[in-house]
């Protein structure tokens, strides 16, 4: 009986759940009042087509048709803020008042400095624009993407401010942020995890497994993060949103759209191709793409780095859906494939004849229900349920040897993610919600002897079954009060960690982490702030962590049974100016990590050596400190001419063996003359940093640094283009003074001197 009468309870319990979930995402306000408006270029006065208009806090939204002109519904009871935005135009927020029955009438200026100006999410959770967030943020616009083509995702983050793209491989690209990266900086896609159980410390490929053809921009929220996203936010937040198909104003359309882009020297030949229907409430996209990329043609008298060249192909599905005009509903599905990434660095450094990744293939699908409401309590309820896999098969032969190994690793993740956007009261915002995500694992290897024919089947890099399930409660506010705003939060995440094989029995994990933030905002005028912040960061360790039994760069690695969360605290200073002809940011930032998970010598049943190789496991033995420096300004010279820079500056410690941190990124950096004229832009651009010679014990032994450090380098590159009514054509030449170079702690060298070309269409 008492077991009947738990079980009664805990389904009363369930049931309340269900109510109090259902509540949320039932009461509807629905919006009566029309307006229309048009908009136009304030530079020639012509219309300006594919402008989206959204009413914030809801699921109304729009975009001008070829003439300029929209139509929108507004809500019933309130005034309506509307987010105007363009690629290539600076933003606009525009109050409308519900009481005025009036046609807009919207000028967009062009924008070459986009500092400060640009919408970001991943920040608050709220379409803010850049300047208005507490938060040290980077953005890589539409426009950006546009006007650069980058080749890979990863490329396409290269100069930005406060990042640091390492490239292990050409199919590669780890990100660092404020020094860190691999598990210690957290990856998005449209808000979804892309960290998984197998996340590894250091750089990884993972980052290039998103197609930079899907991308509509990414926003890099730097050092913040852990309280609104969870584990892995060590260093920051990358989050990659993907381009959506929108609503239009009136009649439904067909569309299409396609891009082709050519590399000299054999190093590109990739294409697009998309389509689009869209109507008032239903819109869809759909694209493929097919990338072929050869060797890299370095600079210098380097030239071909082989192997590393490798192809990929993928496709991308997209559809939106509003059911009222309080509902929504968005679902996605992504798909990459690589073949052949060849790792240059092990067969040239390393005494492999082969190494490879083949397949190495992304999955992932995504449904999103928002709803909106004049509840202040419930202002937007989004429930996020995602579906993902990662599949990567490794493939090695040694110099001089017939054995060939090839290790396959499947990781299926789940993920559910319910937010609640409220307005407690008129000055007072919160964003608060739950997540959960469950990781499983399927680890495999296969030894071959390619003289016997000989197959021997035997445990993966994990063992086979392993999982991850990580689950957090968050609540991030904001009061504002004349002109200052005051931001804060808290999180609180558990896991549970599994493993298990004959060889090292069984491995079980619980943590937990309690982390928060708090951050001042001073607004001394509506175009400058200054900003003080404090928050805790925190990272889980994985399966990865805890039952790795395998080879790395300089070892071999054994499972781990005791490991808790690696921990940092930061304290930041920072100033914002948004001006209409200067834009600067500037930070300054001291972050003190803890209980760092990091390799230290261990043995294997009572030997030090497995096979010539020195053994190590994971611990949680070290502490580092990081110090910074970030700085960006944009200065408009005149209506055609503008000045773009950024600096980045990092000092870390590695404070448990008095010596360098590892992989701390050099001082670096870009300068940039833009030009733009309606349907023209060009730009002169210098990438730079500078020798790193301050090197840990681990950077010593690590084949991709040179003796000695990374010597400092800059490389001048050009790009223009034109567009004409649907049909763009972009030109640029890279590393015009052919210098030979090489990003620090990479495996492959920069491109030499070459030419590049993309040509996109709308039809």
């Not at 449904?367 to 349920?385: I, Q």
């Not at 982490?513 to 960061?537: D, E, K």
């Not at 733009?676 to 681990?698: C, H, K, M, V, Y």
Request: aromatic share 10%; with cysteine; net charge positive.
């Amino acid at each position: 009986m008492k077991t009947d009468l738990r079980t009664g309870k805990s389904k009363i319990k369930m049931k309340k759940i269900f109510l109090t979930i259902l509540a949320a995402f039932s009461t509807m306000q629905l919006f009566s009042q029309v307006i229309e408006g048009s908009i136009v270029n304030a530079e020639t006065n012509k219309p300006l087509a594919h402008v989206n208009v959204l009413v914030k806090n809801s699921a109304q939204g729009t975009v001008s048709d070829s003439g300029g002109l929209f139509l929108l519904s507004l809500p019933e009871k309130q005034n309506a803020r509307l987010l105007i935005s363009c690629v290539g135009f600076e933003t606009q927020e525009v109050e409308v008042d519900r009481d005025e029955n009036k046609r807009l009438s919207i000028q967009l200026r062009p924008a070459s400095i986009q500092l400060n100006k640009s919408i970001v999410v991943t920040a608050t959770g709220n379409e803010r624009l850049s300047f208005q967030t507490p938060d040290a943020v980077s953005v890589i616009t539409g426009q950006e993407l546009k006007n650069n083509a980058p080749r890979s995702m990863a490329e396409a983050l290269i100069g930005a401010t406060g990042v640091w793209m390492q490239k292990t491989n050409h199919g590669g690209g780890s990100p660092f942020v404020r020094g860190l990266t691999g598990n210690q900086t957290l990856l998005l896609i449209d808000g979804i995890r892309l960290n998984n159980a197998i996340f590894r410390y250091g750089p990884n490929q993972y980052f290039n497994t998103i197609d930079v053809f899907s991308v509509d921009r990414v926003e890099v929220i730097r050092g913040k993060g852990s309280v609104m996203y969870g584990s892995d936010a060590l260093g920051g937040v990358i989050n990659v949103l993907t381009r959506t198909p929108q609503y239009t104003s009136g009649q439904s359309c067909f569309g299409s759209r396609g891009q082709l882009k050519y590399m000299n020297k054999g190093m590109e030949k990739s294409g697009l191709g998309e389509v689009l229907y869209e109507t008032k409430n239903f819109a869809i996209s759909g694209s493929a793409n097919y990338k072929d990329f050869g060797d890299i043609y370095a600079g210098g008298s380097l030239n071909y780095e082989r192997p590393s060249a490798y192809d990929e192909n993928g496709f991308n599905l997209k559809a939106k859906a509003r059911f009222s005009e309080n509902w929504q509903i968005t679902s996605a599905l992504q798909y990459l494939r690589q073949n052949n990434v060849g790792r240059y660095d092990q067969v040239a450094q390393r005494g492999y004849l082969l190494y490879r990744y083949d397949p190495q293939i992304h999955r992932l699908a995504y449904v999103k229900v928002e709803r909106y409401s004049e509840n202040n309590w419930f202002r937007k309820v989004k429930l996020t349920l995602s579906n993902q896999l990662s599949d990567e098969t490794r493939k090695k032969q040694k110099e001089n040897s017939t054995i060939f190994t090839q290790e396959s690793d499947l990781i299926k993740t789940n993920g559910i993610l319910l937010e609640c956007n409220s307005l407690i009261q008129k000055n007072w915002e919160a964003i608060s919600g739950a997540e959960f995500y469950a990781d499983k694992v399927e680890s495999g290897k296969t030894t071959t002897d390619l003289a016997t024919g000989s197959q021997t089947p035997s445990r993966g890099l994990y063992p086979d079954g392993s999982g991850m399930q990580n689950f957090g409660l968050f609540s991030q506010h904001s009061i504002k009060h004349k002109n200052l705003q005051l931001n804060f939060g808290g999180r609180f995440n558990t896991f549970q960690i599994r493993s298990s094989d004959n060889e090292f029995g069984e491995i079980k994990l619980k943590p937990n982490s309690l982390v928060g933030n708090i951050s001042l905002q001073y607004f001394s005028s509506p175009t400058q702030q200054f900003i003080v912040s404090a928050h805790s960061a925190f990272r889980a360790p994985n399966i990865n962590d805890i039952s790795t039994f395998g080879s790395f760069d300089y070892g071999i690695e054994i499972p781990s049974s005791d490991l808790s969360p690696e921990k940092t605290f930061t304290v930041e200073g920072g100033y914002k100016k948004s001006a209409e002809q200067f834009s600067m940011a500037f930070t300054a930032f001291n972050t003190r990590l803890k209980d760092q998970i990091v390799r230290v010598e261990s043995t294997y049943k009572g030997e030090e050596f497995i096979d010539g190789e020195r053994v190590y496991k994971k611990a949680n033995v070290a502490k580092s400190n990081i110090v910074g420096l970030e700085f960006e300004s944009g200065f408009q010279l005149n209506r055609r001419l503008a000045i773009i820079n950024n600096l980045t500056w990092l000092y870390g410690k590695d404070l448990e063996n008095d010596e360098p941190m590892r992989r701390i990124p050099p001082l670096n950096g870009k300068l940039a003359l833009q030009y733009s004229q309606a349907g023209i832009f060009g730009e002169t651009e210098l990438l730079f940093a500078s020798p790193q010679d301050r090197l840990s014990s681990g950077d010593i032994d690590d084949h991709r640094i040179p003796e000695g450090g990374t010597p400092g380098w800059s490389i001048l590159n050009f790009k223009t283009g034109y567009t004409w009514d649907k049909i763009s054509v972009n030109v640029g030449l890279q590393n015009i003074l052919n210098k030979a170079y090489r990003i620090h702690g990479s495996g492959v060298d920069g491109y030499g001197r070459s030419f590049w070309m993309s040509f996109q269409f709308k039809v």
